[in-house]
């Protein structure tokens, strides 16, 4: 393995925005990170990389590359779907060959099987294209056993989301499904100002670690079926929104331990788990 990228060696992330032409795009929801302090910060929020293979979503003109290479993770694969950011950060594999892998493609159709089989399990740090963010957190939570975590940037109102606890306005379907597979806690929110361009809302940087055990067993596709459900009419009692998948949803709730007349939001994961197992064994 070659030695790690010296940042100072290498041109101003303003040049290579210039003699590139990478003019943020909204329409690939585009917000770069052009201070080299926050991206180190960014880069060590996964505590020490030795040996492990890192994934890059949106690298745009290489910055968080650079301090990703300046750690001691053995692998980066940076996955950029913009042909223009891809010929900016040639240069960076060219100087870390054995180390860095630049794969031109959508990250919602990015192989992670194939990843994971030939890296092994795998880390996300990504400053997150904001368009396709949520997505592609569900996408990962899915899959979240090929991850020893995700450290992802979103917009501060969609981490809120993310972390909410139950009882809150903001605890909804993607509070549920990242807790339910990861302990998640907020590191740190970034000003608008600190990208480029500048977005109206902050940002907030988000850990996700898998957890080791679930808080309750139940089927995806069940547990899935019943959160949405629950959530499609979050002003509704549940004995009203349940009525879509349950002949009965009064029985299965008292049976669940859970008040018919209590609303999705608040109900704790363990109770979504009951009646994710009490949908699957009505469905054989």
Request: glycine share 4%; proline share 6%.
């Amino acid at each position: 393995m070659t030695g790690k990228i010296r940042i100072k060696d290498l041109p101003p992330l303003r040049e290579v925005i210039a003699s590139h032409d990478l003019s943020a795009r909204k329409s690939l929801g585009q917000n770069f990170l052009l201070d080299l302090n926050i991206l180190r910060r960014i880069a060590r929020a996964a505590g020490p990389l030795v040996d492990k293979t890192v994934i890059e979503v949106g690298p745009g003109p290489g910055g968080l590359t650079r301090c990703l290479l300046e750690t001691s993770a053995r692998h980066i694969i940076a996955v950029e779907h913009d042909p223009r950011c891809i010929n900016a950060i040639r240069d960076l594999e060219y100087l870390a060959p054995d180390r860095l892998r630049i794969i031109e493609k959508d990250a919602m159709n990015l192989d992670l099987d194939v990843l994971e089989k030939e890296f092994g399990n795998l880390c996300i740090i990504a400053n997150l294209p904001y368009n396709i963010a949520t997505s592609l957190l569900i996408r990962w939570l899915k899959r979240i056993e090929l991850f020893d975590g995700l450290f992802l940037m979103f917009q501060r109102e969609v981490a809120e989301r993310i972390v909410a606890a139950p009882g809150s306005k903001t605890y909804g379907r993607l509070s549920v499904a990242a807790q339910w597979r990861c302990e998640v806690k907020p590191l740190f929110t970034l000003p608008a100002r600190a990208f480029t361009p500048s977005p109206k809302i902050e940002s907030t940087f988000v850990e996700f670690i898998p957890r080791k055990k679930l808080l309750a067993e139940a089927p995806s596709d069940a547990f899935e079926t019943v959160v949405a459900a629950a959530f499609s009419q979050r002003r509704k009692m549940l004995r009203t929104s349940l009525k879509a998948i349950f002949s009965d949803p009064v029985s299965v709730l008292q049976e669940a331990g859970i008040d018919p007349t209590s609303r999705a939001e608040a109900i704790e994961i363990q109770g979504f788990c009951a009646l994710a197992r009490a949908f699957a064994s009505q469905a054989r």
